[in-house]
């Protein structure tokens, strides 16, 4: 199941029925669920086979995958991915690139290989599992706040890209200004990140707001 966690703002152009189609272009031929919330009222905006999210569970899949490292500790630990498992009377079938070469942690991540991490886990006690997803919040809701995080990420990510992209530019003279060097075509999308969906001015009200406790100031 994916849930869409949008600001009303964002899709404020858009009317619900828009919103549904496009859904259900987006969804069409999957056996998944879509559900697009509003983040301040809890309303769907959309839905797409909610019947589905509504009657099942579905199994978190990669999600986990870091968190099962976590709990293997610090140990590293080697695999050549044979490709399949069978795990009581689920198999674990890979779907990434074959690959002759043993695979690291590092490498099944990138590859988010389900041999690898089923593997790990199958030699892990429950405990150990239960205790890295109670530290990592994943057992109940934590309560926490994630619009300060949220908000500062997005405006450091925009403001680090735009500086890397002008200092590549930079560093590149006239080159970087050629289409051929790939540089002057991502100007326009790095630039749209510090204004959309949110500006980092309205970011920035929000932190003062928040975060620092002063007075509203829009």
Request: overall charge positive; some cysteine.
């Amino acid at each position: 199941m994916v849930r869409l966690l949008l600001p009303i703002a964002l899709i404020a152009p858009l009317y619900a029925a828009d919103l549904q189609r496009a859904m259900d272009r987006a969804m069409s031929g999957r056996a998944g669920t879509a559900v697009a919330l509003d983040v301040d009222s809890g309303r769907i905006l959309a839905s797409h086979r909610i019947d589905v999210a509504a009657r099942r569970l579905a199994r978190p899949g990669s999600t986990v995958k870091p968190f099962t490292l976590l709990a293997s500790g610090s140990t590293p630990r080697t695999l050549v991915c044979a490709r399949k498992l069978l795990i009581g009377a689920r198999q674990m079938d890979c779907t990434h690139p074959p690959t002759p070469d043993p695979l690291d942690a590092s490498a099944a991540l990138a590859y988010s290989c389900n041999y690898y991490f089923a593997s790990l886990a199958a030699g892990l006690r429950n405990s150990d599992i239960v205790e890295t997803f109670t530290r990592a919040g994943l057992i109940s809701q934590t309560g926490l706040d994630a619009g300060e995080a949220a908000n500062m990420a997005k405006f450091a990510a925009a403001e680090a890209a735009s500086f890397a992209l002008d200092r590549a530019i930079q560093t590149h003279g006239g080159n970087g200004l050629a289409t051929e060097f790939g540089l002057a075509t991502l100007w326009g999308v790095l630039r749209l990140f510090r204004v959309a969906p949110i500006s980092r001015e309205m970011i920035l009200n929000f932190v003062a707001q928040h975060s620092l406790g002063l007075p509203k100031s829009y």
